[in-house]
């Protein structure tokens, strides 16, 4: 991989023109150096967030020894890259041949379950449990979550009864895991779901547990979501266990994705075209920015031009087009940039080293992208110097969260975000 000081210099030397992405080493670690030097027991990377080869050793460098997989080929990847960390396999329904591989071939021995019929899969996929450790996946609230994960998986409290003391019996360790939703905006999701576990763990005095992990959601900051300080996290959750009734062996876990890696990476897109407040950008929803597209992320931006044009024109709203001919290949923002942009133009687009190149396709053959280095910081941070976050932080207009296409008219996306019972079309409704 190239290292460049900046950008800007990528540009001026090379003036690329497919998507290129920037990797930004110090943001990785000061992510990975946060997590291993403040929260209070294990960090496993939820490898789902961002699986390039860099990101996976850089971490594992970082001190991130422990990884939660969700499949063979998460696993192998982590296997060679890093042979001697720790894997989890957190994904709460599994293949049979997935599992026998994980447990014969790979020495796992770690799995997440949400069903009696998942634990029956674990167990006689295996060697009968005996050696397993067995952690049950608990529906947990995701009412401060902007990407809400609650619904597909999760055992509710009811039900997580009966499969603690089945997965006691079988394993021989237990472990209780939930997700909050991802890009959780306040520390109170993590008291909620450690009060839900405690009050389980209340009626369970006989079944005792040796791991508590509170999973992802730690947040990243975003133009228009910018979380409390980490360290609130933290606090609420070091209180939540401490009111925990589980024995002083018990150990703590958490699987963060998009907090450990968001920082990493931007990406430089060219400007191919601009109709008014439309630019047609050579990357989009099926490349690195699906969660503009479709989740209506508005990642930070700044303009950056192959030679210098003098001080920039005061700034304005646009939208941008991806490079296919797919018409939901469009981001709605509002980005801010200077209001003089034109084709040729280059951005960096800032935030995207989580759940960014791992969703890239090739749809529409626009797959080409590069990666570099580069020793510049990210627009936005929550870990380095925040001196410049509120250059890029340009607070958007309440606008609703879902994805709003060219042929809608605003009342119909206005509806749609007032049907959204929470996450972040809740959070501007009210
Ligand atoms: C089991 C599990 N753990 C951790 C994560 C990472 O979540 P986040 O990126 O919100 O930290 C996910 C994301 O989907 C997940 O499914």
Wanted: glycine share 10%; net charge neutral; with cysteine.
């Amino acid at each position: 991989m190239d290292d460049y000081n900046g950008p800007i210099d990528l540009i001026r030397q090379h003036r690329p023109d497919i998507p290129i992405t920037c990797f930004h080493r110090a943001a990785l670690d000061n992510a990975a150096r946060w997590f291993t030097e403040n929260f209070p027991g294990k960090t496993l990377y939820a490898v789902k967030a961002n699986p390039a080869p860099y990101i996976v050793t850089g971490l594992f460098h970082s001190g991130i020894r422990n990884f939660d997989v969700a499949s063979i080929p998460e696993i192998q990847l982590v296997r060679e890259l890093c042979p001697e960390a720790g894997m989890s396999f957190m994904h709460p329904v599994k293949s049979r041949p997935a599992i026998e591989q994980a447990y014969f071939d790979y020495g796992i021995r770690e799995f997440a379950f949400d069903s009696a019929e998942e634990l029956e899969k674990i167990v006689s996929c295996t060697s009968g449990g005996k050696d397993l450790t067995l952690i049950l996946r608990l529906a947990v609230p995701n009412t401060y979550s902007e990407l809400p994960l609650a619904g597909k998986f999760g055992a509710s409290p009811e039900k997580a009864i009966g499969l603690l003391k089945a997965a006691r019996k079988a394993g021989q360790r237990l472990g209780v895991s939930f997700h909050v939703g991802s890009q959780t905006m306040k520390p109170q999701a993590y008291t909620t779901a450690l009060q839900l576990v405690g009050g389980i763990l209340q009626s369970l005095p006989r079944t005792p547990v040796d791991i508590i992990d509170v999973g992802g959601g730690f947040p990243s900051i975003y133009p228009d979501m910018i979380p409390p300080p980490l360290a609130e996290y933290k606090l609420a959750i070091e209180r939540g266990f401490a009111c925990l009734p589980q024995p002083q062996s018990c150990e703590f876990w958490c699987e963060p994705g998009r907090a450990l890696v968001a920082e990493s990476c931007s990406v430089i897109v060219k400007v191919e075209l601009r109709k008014g407040d439309v630019l047609y950008i050579n990357d989009g929803t099926y490349g690195s920015l699906f969660d503009a597209g479709q989740m209506g992320f508005r990642f930070p931006v700044r303009l950056i031009r192959s030679a210098d044009d003098g001080p920039g024109a005061p700034l304005k709203p646009f939208r941008f087009y991806g490079p296919t001919c797919d018409s939901i290949d469009y981001m709605t923002g509002p980005f801010f940039l200077p209001k003089d942009v034109k084709e040729g133009d280059y951005i960096e687009i800032g935030q995207l080293g989580a759940y960014g190149n791992t969703m890239r396709t090739g749809f529409n053959g626009f797959s080409s992208t590069e990666t570099v280095g580069v020793l510049a910081p990210p627009l936005v941070t929550m870990y380095g110097d925040p001196s410049n976050n509120a250059l890029h932080l340009k607070k958007t207009p309440q606008l609703p969260n879902k994805r709003t296409l060219p042929h809608e008219k605003p009342e119909d996306s206005k509806a749609q975000a007032e049907k959204q019972p929470q996450g972040r079309a809740a959070e501007h409704a009210g």
